[in-house]
């Protein structure tokens, strides 16, 4: 992998942990203080961020399409600004108008400043090694929450929600907006693959027209699934461990072990990459989600099972950000992927809007037994999509083992 192209995913990968950091994992830390500020309640301060997902998934394809025109630099660098006044607005709310209107602009933002946009620069940088490089920046980015849960609630405690958001505000200004302006890149240039050292674009596996748009339906069936999935996890997790009858000590301990999951499952995954292609790991790293759930329901509940459940399902949910970029530029190619991306997207952020708040209401009624079989359930439906995938992609030529890359 070239110099300029390290350089770029440590850039990139940067701009991810402020990226997730000051928008998806905001309300975990800034919601309550955000609520009493406002003088409303917890769940209109997360209605915003649901309203948020709502409009990044309606704008996804149209912000992938702009990227793929445009290139990564100036969108990226426009997303992190409209980001930036997002925060902005939030912080000056009073009430529920500025809040929305805050979390609106961060919706139209966070396709393009989180994994899908960096993704797909990484796709025109990179070329043949874009594999390597999107399971590179996964690794910063899973250091999102890590970094500022606690930065969140130091300021939050020290300067108040308000400046809090204005500081996260001026991190999208700088280093975000500045660190895309300089490493995400340009459009493709039509000859990229003709001139000596420039990036070769990924031709995919060659389907046919309607092989293709039977194989992005089940690309977004399988990624929409887990998006929900996911969405219900972050907002609930410690809710469901709670369900084991352990103590809260013993459910924070379970819960931390999540992130180390997710890193460990990667740094395997980076490993794997010279023996196996993306289309070969993509229907085991699935697998592994719907067994974190059969394992929470079929074993006794304990610590050691409860363990072993956010074992499971942190290494899914790490190997399927890397799955979710690699997949389709593995079957679909280079061309046209940022906009591929929003495609498949699009419903995921829907799904993923939707998902705190039905979830929460399903575990109100009939508990969390109940909510572990929902999400057992979509799980399997996941996994089965993406293997009708990967048996479509298999029966168009692509094998599953591949040899080390070119020199």
Known sequence: MSRPVGAAIAALGITQIVGWGTTHYLPAILAGSIAAGLGTSPTTVLGGFSWGLLIAGVSAR????????HGARIVMTAASLLAALGLLAISLAHGWVLLFAGWTLIGLAMRSILYDGAFAALAVLAGESARRAISLLTLFGGLASTVFWPIGGWLDATLGWRATLQVYALLNLAPCALLHAIFAGGPR???AGARGGAPVAQPGIGLGAGQARTALRLAALGFT?????ASAMAAHLVRLLGGFGLGAAVVVSAASLMGIAQVLARVIEMSLQRR?????VAVPSVALLPAAFVAALALPASALTAALFVILYGCANGLLTIVRGAL???VFGSAGYAELLGRIA???FVAAAAAPVLFSAL???TGARTGLLLLALLSFGSLAAIAALVALARGNGEHDRVGPPSP
């Not at 699934?225 to 999935?229: D, E, I, S």
């Not at 196996?276 to 070969?280: G, I, N, Q």
């Open 189 to 191: 240039a039509p000859s």
């Open 225 to 229: 699934l887990h998006a929900f999935v």
């Open 62 to 69: 149209a912000s992938g399409r702009l990227m793929d025109r």
């Open 276 to 280: 196996f292609s993306a289309v070969a």
């Open 328 to 330: 389709p530029l593995a």
């Open 346 to 348: 699009g419903p995921g």
């Open 363 to 365: 575990l109100e009624a």
